[in-house]
């Protein structure tokens, strides 16, 4: 059958990639398997029930939940009726939540258990338009989702006809979910994304995806956020089963168990994922760790397509043999791709998971984009390390003349919700969205992003700073979990620093460095001149106008939770210079 819209995902599966692990979740210490049929009749029964409550389309519903097959349950219920999908973070602020539930007019909100139930109430009470909060897990007086869908199951035979209508005649561009972009300013705003900007993008990335549809791919992004959810509509095209992790601290358990061909991660998860293998590294002894540390040398200096030379290419094999196999075995030893997205990814990372067997496939783009303007491709010439790969085929894409990068094709969103102003500003009168990236294109189509055209700044002396490029190579040292360039108009770049605290107490520990708590800790003389020693290293790769002259630590780590960082981990720099003023200035206090 054709696909155009999302909802199409599951008639596509019913007509020939039918599987009884269609959709797996890990509750309770235990896999629970979902099949295609059912997948398939708890949608049309979540249909029958919203029609039955007299919910029609264009109606919003919000949800706020963990990834569960309940989540595509939902959002395919709904969007075959023609209602609009709003997904949530869970780890917003309550004036954010007001924000988006009284802008998005939504009727009724999905909580997936009691602790989001308790973050999205108080804001519920003060949006006039929400009529209802239902569960998903059972909480106390509250009414449970399966409410929905046993009223859809006595309605059946009511509704299926006029179900089987609506579906006809939703067209692939009408409106299908809001996702509100967290932004790293302001309030958020609604992208309206319709069925063809999600299809349109899932068909331009399917031939990318080097996994059969007899694979399995574990899912641990929130499916609230952009790339997730596109990967999961990819991954339904395909076939491929999806298996929910039980979080984010059970994930290695959980793929170890579920042996899955891929998973799609932000480059934070694969940096840490790299520190935890290092770690490893550090405590072996003798032989072994000098064999361990001389493969992550090799692995460091991995090119493409054999570049290297023979003598090197035997070397990796026994590198492989000895070392890398033990690292793929710790990802269950099926892995045939890590898609990495919603920031930069360190190319040193890309280019030591792929010399191991445990290719990085690389993208870029925005909610806006639906979301993927370039990924890279599973081999050579087609992936290219420190890039995000070529171009999807059924977009455009170019440069302006400020470097800026512009694109126009199917994936682009209908607009910001009731906010034509900022969809002007976005989308030009030619019909080009500016992405706010700064970038080039290379050979074979490939982009390669070299900053944020907002977050560049001038020196006093004349010169451009790119804080993103050198924010990248600071977190490469296992001292730095965040960092945030600054020194716009001044006369050097400076840095505020959030140490990555469970590597500095395990150093505190080793050089017999006391400390009372992490405010007394980056107050401790031995722990800033090491701090000096690992900036003063790194600054000697650097060119003079983009070294870090001075710095100041934190005391508190960065988090979505406590604002610093947005949901998808980027650091939110109009916050941290409010919240850090006294520091910043600090930094600035005796310059000339």
């Known amino acids: 059958m054709k696909v155009t819209r999302t909802f199409d995902l599951v008639d596509h599966l019913m007509e020939g990639l039918q599987r009884d692990d269609a959709l797996t979740v890990k509750r309770n210490g235990k896999w629970e398997q979902f099949s295609t049929k059912q997948y398939k009749d708890f949608v049309d029964n979540f249909s029958y029930g919203l029609l039955a409550l007299g919910f029609k389309k264009g109606d919003k519903i919000v949800t706020i939940s963990n990834n569960r097959p309940e989540w595509n349950f939902i959002d395919m219920g709904m969007t075959q009726v023609g209602a609009v999908h709003v997904p949530i973070y869970p780890n917003l602020g309550p004036g954010e939540y007001e924000h988006i539930l009284s802008h998005s007019d939504a009727r009724i909100i999905i909580a997936s258990f009691e602790e989001y139930y308790l973050k ?6 003060k949006a006039e338009n929400i009529e209802k909060i239902y569960s998903i897990d059972p909480v106390e007086g509250v009414d449970s989702w399966m409410d929905i869908i046993e009223t859809g199951k006595q309605n059946a035979d009511k509704f299926k006809e006029e179900l089987t209508e609506i579906k006809k005649n939703i067209d692939e561009d009408e409106l299908m979910s809001i996702i509100y972009t967290s932004g790293t300013t302001g309030l958020s705003k609604g992208v309206m994304l319709s069925h063809k900007n999600f299809i349109s993008n899932v068909m331009g990335c399917i031939e990318r995806l080097p996994v059969e549809s007899d694979g399995k791919f574990i899912s641990f992004l929130p499916l609230c956020h952009v790339f997730e959810r596109m990967v999961n509509y990819l991954l339904h095209l395909r076939g491929v089963a999806v298996y929910y992790a039980e979080s984010i601290d059970t994930l290695g358990d959980n793929i170890r168990e579920v042996k899955p061909e891929g998973f799609a991660a932000v480059p934070r998860v694969i940096e840490k994922l790299f520190d935890k293998i290092m770690l490893k590294g550090k405590e072996l002894k003798g032989i072994k760790k000098m064999l361990f540390f001389w493969a992550v040398n090799l692995g460091l200096r991995y090119e ?24 793929r075995e710790a990802l269950g030893g099926n892995v045939q791709v890590i898609v990495s997205g919603g920031a930069a990814l360190q190319a040193r990372l890309a280019r030591i998971f792929t010399a191991a067997g445990l290719t990085v496939q690389e993208g870029y783009g925005l909610t806006e984009t639906s979301p993927v303007i370039a990924v890279n491709l599973a081999e050579y010439p087609y992936l290219k390390f420190g890039t995000v790969g070529p171009l999807v085929e059924n977009i455009e894409v170019k440069i302006a003349g400020d470097g800026e990068i512009l694109m126009k094709g199917p994936s682009l969103m209908l607009g910001y919700y009731k906010d034509k102003e ?5 989308i030009d009168k030619d019909g080009w969205f500016h992405t706010g990236d700064i970038g080039e294109i290379q050979e074979h189509n490939i982009l390669k992003i070299t900053d ?16 993103q490029v050198i924010e990248n190579r600071f977190k490469e040292s296992a001292f730095i979990e965040q960092i945030m360039v600054v020194g716009a108009g001044e006369k050097y ?3 505020i620093i959030c140490p990555a605290f469970h590597f500095v107490h395990g150093w505190c520990f080793k050089h017999n460095v ?31 106008h983009r070294q870090i002259k001075k710095f100041e630590l934190t005391c508190e780590e960065w988090t979505p939770e406590t604002g610093e960082l947005s949901p998808t981990l980027k650091v939110k720099r109009r916050f941290l210079k409010l919240k850090y003023k006294v520091k910043l200035d600090k930094l600035y206090e005796n310059a000339e």
């Open 422 to 426: 900022k969809t002007d500003e976005a």
């Open 120 to 125: 999205i109430k108080e804001p519920a009470e």
């Open 452 to 467: 944020r055209k907002k977050e560049i700044f001038k020196l006093s002396t004349g010169k451009y700073v790119a804080p």
């Open 493 to 495: 770049a400076s840095a």
């Open 304 to 327: 493409l397509n054999n570049v290297n030379g023979w003598w090197y290419a035997f070397q990796l094999k026994i590198a492989n043999k000895l070392i890398f196999s033990k690292w």
């Open 514 to 544: 006391k400390f009372q708590d992490n405010k007394d800790l980056i107050e401790n003389q031995k722990v800033i001149d090491r701090y000096q020693k690992e900036v003063d290293k790194i600054n000697m790769e650097l060119g003079n």
